[in-house]
Protein backbone atom coordinates (compact mmCIF):
# COMPACT_ATOMS: atom_id res chain seq x y z
CA UNK A 1 0.00 0.00 0.00
CA UNK A 2 1.31 3.21 -1.22
CA UNK A 3 1.85 6.11 1.39
CA UNK A 4 0.99 9.69 0.76
CA UNK A 5 2.90 12.56 1.36
CA UNK A 6 1.76 13.27 5.03
CA UNK A 7 1.90 9.17 5.94
CA UNK A 8 6.21 9.33 4.39
CA UNK A 9 7.00 12.65 6.68
CA UNK A 10 4.84 11.09 9.65
CA UNK A 11 6.90 7.79 9.37
CA UNK A 12 10.25 9.77 7.96
CA UNK A 13 9.87 11.65 11.35
CA UNK A 14 9.38 8.73 13.88
CA UNK A 15 12.97 7.81 14.52
CA UNK A 16 14.04 11.85 15.28
CA UNK A 17 10.72 11.95 17.43
CA UNK A 18 12.27 8.74 19.45
CA UNK A 19 16.07 9.43 19.50
CA UNK A 20 14.82 12.97 21.53
CA UNK A 21 13.21 11.03 24.12
CA UNK A 22 15.83 8.94 24.63
CA UNK A 23 18.61 9.98 27.06
CA UNK A 24 22.12 9.25 27.77
CA UNK A 25 23.26 9.15 31.55
CA UNK A 26 25.89 7.28 33.75
CA UNK A 27 24.73 3.64 34.61
CA UNK A 28 24.01 3.10 38.08
CA UNK A 29 24.01 -0.56 40.09
CA UNK A 30 20.36 -0.06 39.80
CA UNK A 31 20.90 -0.12 36.46
CA UNK A 32 22.87 -3.59 35.80
CA UNK A 33 19.98 -5.97 35.55
CA UNK A 34 18.81 -3.74 33.07
CA UNK A 35 21.87 -3.51 31.04
CA UNK A 36 22.66 -8.11 31.56
CA UNK A 37 18.95 -8.12 29.94
CA UNK A 38 20.30 -6.11 27.04
CA UNK A 39 23.65 -7.22 26.30
CA UNK A 40 21.02 -11.25 26.58
CA UNK A 41 18.95 -9.46 23.53
CA UNK A 42 21.40 -8.44 21.58
CA UNK A 43 24.91 -10.10 21.51
CA UNK A 44 26.26 -13.63 22.01
CA UNK A 45 29.39 -12.70 24.11
CA UNK A 46 27.27 -12.58 27.34
CA UNK A 47 28.27 -12.34 31.08
CA UNK A 48 27.63 -13.01 34.95
CA UNK A 49 26.57 -10.59 37.15
CA UNK A 50 29.35 -10.13 39.14
CA UNK A 51 31.27 -8.96 36.17
CA UNK A 52 29.03 -6.34 35.47
CA UNK A 53 29.45 -5.55 39.21
CA UNK A 54 33.33 -5.65 39.20
CA UNK A 55 33.28 -2.62 36.22
CA UNK A 56 30.60 -1.01 38.45
CA UNK A 57 33.02 -0.80 41.55
CA UNK A 58 36.00 -0.36 39.62
CA UNK A 59 35.19 2.37 36.59
CA UNK A 60 31.66 3.96 37.41
CA UNK A 61 32.68 6.92 35.38
CA UNK A 62 32.67 4.74 32.05
CA UNK A 63 29.56 2.85 32.01
CA UNK A 64 26.66 4.98 30.71
CA UNK A 65 23.02 3.81 29.28
CA UNK A 66 20.43 4.87 27.02
CA UNK A 67 17.05 5.26 28.47
CA UNK A 68 13.75 5.71 26.84
CA UNK A 69 10.82 7.84 28.29
CA UNK A 70 9.81 4.83 29.54
CA UNK A 71 12.72 4.36 31.57
CA UNK A 72 13.76 1.76 29.97
CA UNK A 73 17.34 0.65 29.32
CA UNK A 74 17.54 0.29 25.69
CA UNK A 75 21.26 0.29 25.21
CA UNK A 76 24.41 0.66 27.38
CA UNK A 77 28.41 0.28 26.84
CA UNK A 78 30.73 -1.40 29.65
CA UNK A 79 34.11 0.17 29.38
CA UNK A 80 37.36 -0.63 31.91
CA UNK A 81 40.98 1.05 31.99
CA UNK A 82 43.82 -1.11 31.09
CA UNK A 83 46.56 0.14 33.26
CA UNK A 84 48.05 -3.11 34.48
CA UNK A 85 50.04 -3.32 30.91
CA UNK A 86 53.33 -2.20 29.54
CA UNK A 87 51.40 0.07 27.04
CA UNK A 88 50.12 3.33 27.78
CA UNK A 89 47.10 3.82 30.28
CA UNK A 90 44.28 2.98 28.00
CA UNK A 91 40.47 2.07 28.26
CA UNK A 92 38.88 -0.70 26.44
CA UNK A 93 35.21 -1.14 25.64
CA UNK A 94 34.14 -4.93 27.18
CA UNK A 95 30.24 -4.50 25.11
CA UNK A 96 28.13 -2.14 23.38
CA UNK A 97 24.81 -2.92 22.89
CA UNK A 98 21.23 -1.54 21.65
CA UNK A 99 18.03 -2.81 21.61
CA UNK A 100 17.06 -3.87 17.90
CA UNK A 101 13.90 -1.72 18.29
CA UNK A 102 15.90 1.64 19.30
CA UNK A 103 19.16 1.16 16.41
CA UNK A 104 19.59 3.58 13.81
CA UNK A 105 19.20 6.29 16.09
CA UNK A 106 22.85 7.19 17.09
CA UNK A 107 22.57 5.94 20.33
CA UNK A 108 25.82 3.65 19.64
CA UNK A 109 27.85 7.14 18.48
CA UNK A 110 26.29 8.72 21.90
CA UNK A 111 27.39 6.13 23.99
CA UNK A 112 30.34 5.99 22.61
CA UNK A 113 31.04 9.55 22.86
CA UNK A 114 30.36 10.00 26.09
CA UNK A 115 32.49 6.95 27.68
CA UNK A 116 35.37 8.31 25.82
CA UNK A 117 35.00 11.93 27.36
CA UNK A 118 34.88 9.75 30.86
CA UNK A 119 38.43 8.24 29.90
CA UNK A 120 40.01 10.60 29.19
CA UNK A 121 38.75 13.62 31.66
CA UNK A 122 39.18 11.22 34.70
CA UNK A 123 41.79 8.89 33.90
CA UNK A 124 44.17 10.97 31.10
CA UNK A 125 43.92 8.03 28.29
CA UNK A 126 45.69 8.05 26.00
CA UNK A 127 43.97 5.81 23.28
CA UNK A 128 40.88 3.01 23.45
CA UNK A 129 40.64 -0.21 22.04
CA UNK A 130 37.93 -2.81 21.61
CA UNK A 131 37.64 -6.51 19.59
CA UNK A 132 34.54 -6.97 16.90
CA UNK A 133 33.71 -9.84 14.95
CA UNK A 134 35.36 -9.54 11.69
CA UNK A 135 31.99 -10.29 9.86
CA UNK A 136 30.04 -7.77 11.77
CA UNK A 137 29.74 -4.93 9.27
CA UNK A 138 27.51 -2.70 10.72
CA UNK A 139 29.90 -2.74 13.57
CA UNK A 140 32.85 -2.09 12.03
CA UNK A 141 31.16 1.00 9.55
CA UNK A 142 30.69 2.52 13.28
CA UNK A 143 33.88 2.60 14.84
CA UNK A 144 35.84 2.67 11.67
CA UNK A 145 33.91 5.61 9.66
CA UNK A 146 31.87 7.38 12.78
CA UNK A 147 33.78 6.66 15.94
CA UNK A 148 37.57 7.00 14.02
CA UNK A 149 39.15 4.06 14.81
CA UNK A 150 41.40 1.56 12.76
CA UNK A 151 41.76 -2.10 12.65
CA UNK A 152 45.22 -2.73 14.57
CA UNK A 153 45.73 -6.29 14.48
CA UNK A 154 43.68 -9.62 14.27
CA UNK A 155 43.23 -12.27 16.91
CA UNK A 156 42.29 -15.73 15.75
CA UNK A 157 39.79 -17.51 16.91
CA UNK A 158 39.06 -14.95 19.94
CA UNK A 159 35.56 -15.72 19.94
CA UNK A 160 34.17 -19.23 21.86
CA UNK A 161 32.93 -20.04 18.59
CA UNK A 162 36.46 -20.06 16.97
CA UNK A 163 35.73 -16.34 14.84
CA UNK A 164 38.15 -14.14 14.40
CA UNK A 165 38.40 -10.82 16.04
CA UNK A 166 39.81 -7.47 14.75
CA UNK A 167 41.74 -5.66 17.36
CA UNK A 168 40.75 -1.83 16.83
CA UNK A 169 42.35 1.23 18.47
CA UNK A 170 41.66 5.31 18.45
CA UNK A 171 43.94 7.42 19.80
CA UNK A 172 43.04 10.29 21.69
CA UNK A 173 44.66 13.58 21.14
CA UNK A 174 47.91 15.14 23.43
CA UNK A 175 46.56 14.91 27.28
CA UNK A 176 47.11 18.11 29.15
CA UNK A 177 47.50 20.51 26.91
CA UNK A 178 45.74 23.91 28.02
CA UNK A 179 44.50 25.92 25.71
CA UNK A 180 46.13 29.74 25.40
CA UNK A 181 44.46 31.78 27.56
CA UNK A 182 43.95 35.64 25.45
CA UNK A 183 41.32 38.04 25.83
CA UNK A 184 37.49 37.28 24.67
CA UNK A 185 36.85 39.73 21.77
CA UNK A 186 33.88 41.85 22.76
CA UNK A 187 31.43 42.63 19.64
CA UNK A 188 28.75 45.46 19.49
CA UNK A 189 28.08 48.20 21.49
CA UNK A 190 29.70 49.25 24.93
CA UNK A 191 31.69 45.93 25.31
CA UNK A 192 33.04 47.10 22.31
CA UNK A 193 34.19 50.42 23.29
CA UNK A 194 35.06 49.14 26.62
CA UNK A 195 37.44 46.38 25.06
CA UNK A 196 39.24 49.18 22.42
CA UNK A 197 40.26 50.87 25.06
CA UNK A 198 41.66 48.40 27.26
CA UNK A 199 43.71 47.13 23.82
CA UNK A 200 44.80 50.71 23.54
CA UNK A 201 45.69 51.24 27.14
CA UNK A 202 48.02 48.12 27.06
CA UNK A 203 49.56 49.26 23.76
CA UNK A 204 50.78 52.68 25.42
CA UNK A 205 52.07 50.64 28.82
CA UNK A 206 54.07 48.78 26.30
CA UNK A 207 55.29 52.21 24.56
CA UNK A 208 55.87 54.26 27.61
CA UNK A 209 59.50 53.40 28.27
CA UNK A 210 60.32 54.25 24.49
CA UNK A 211 58.51 57.27 24.78
CA UNK A 212 59.79 58.54 28.09
CA UNK A 213 63.20 58.12 26.86
CA UNK A 214 62.40 60.35 23.47
CA UNK A 215 61.39 63.29 25.95
CA UNK A 216 63.33 62.74 28.57
CA UNK A 217 64.38 66.72 29.98
CA UNK A 218 67.67 68.21 30.04
CA UNK A 219 70.13 67.65 32.89
CA UNK A 220 71.88 70.65 34.89
CA UNK A 221 75.38 69.93 32.96
CA UNK A 222 73.89 69.28 29.49
CA UNK A 223 72.81 73.39 30.62
CA UNK A 224 75.88 74.18 31.86
CA UNK A 225 77.46 72.82 28.66
CA UNK A 226 75.15 74.92 25.97
CA UNK A 227 75.84 77.68 27.86
CA UNK A 228 79.52 77.82 27.93
CA UNK A 229 79.11 77.33 24.09
CA UNK A 230 77.07 80.75 23.95
CA UNK A 231 79.28 82.70 25.95
CA UNK A 232 82.35 81.23 24.21
CA UNK A 233 80.55 82.47 20.36
CA UNK A 234 79.92 85.86 21.66
CA UNK A 235 83.47 85.84 22.54
CA UNK A 236 84.83 85.07 18.87
CA UNK A 237 82.00 87.28 18.06
CA UNK A 238 83.76 90.60 19.56
CA UNK A 239 87.38 89.70 18.93
CA UNK A 240 86.28 89.71 14.99
CA UNK A 241 84.59 93.28 15.75
CA UNK A 242 87.50 94.51 16.98
CA UNK A 243 90.03 93.24 14.05
CA UNK A 244 87.51 95.31 11.73
Known sequence: KLLSGE????????????????????????????????NLQCLPENYYMKYYFYHMLSWPQLLFVAEDYNKKIVG?????????????????????????????LGLATKLMRATEAAMI????????????????????????????????????????????????????GPQGAKPDKKKPKASGGLLALQQ?????????????PAEAAKFDPPTREAEADKEGEAEAADKKKKKRGKKK
Open 7 to 38: GRSRQSSQPVALAAMVCIRQATVEDLIAMQAC
Open 76 to 104: YVLAKMEDETDDEVHGHITSLAVLRTHRK
Open 121 to 172: ETFAAKFLSLHVRVTNRAALTLYRDTLGFNIDDTDPKYYADQEDAYFMKKTF
Open 196 to 208: EKADKGDAKEADE
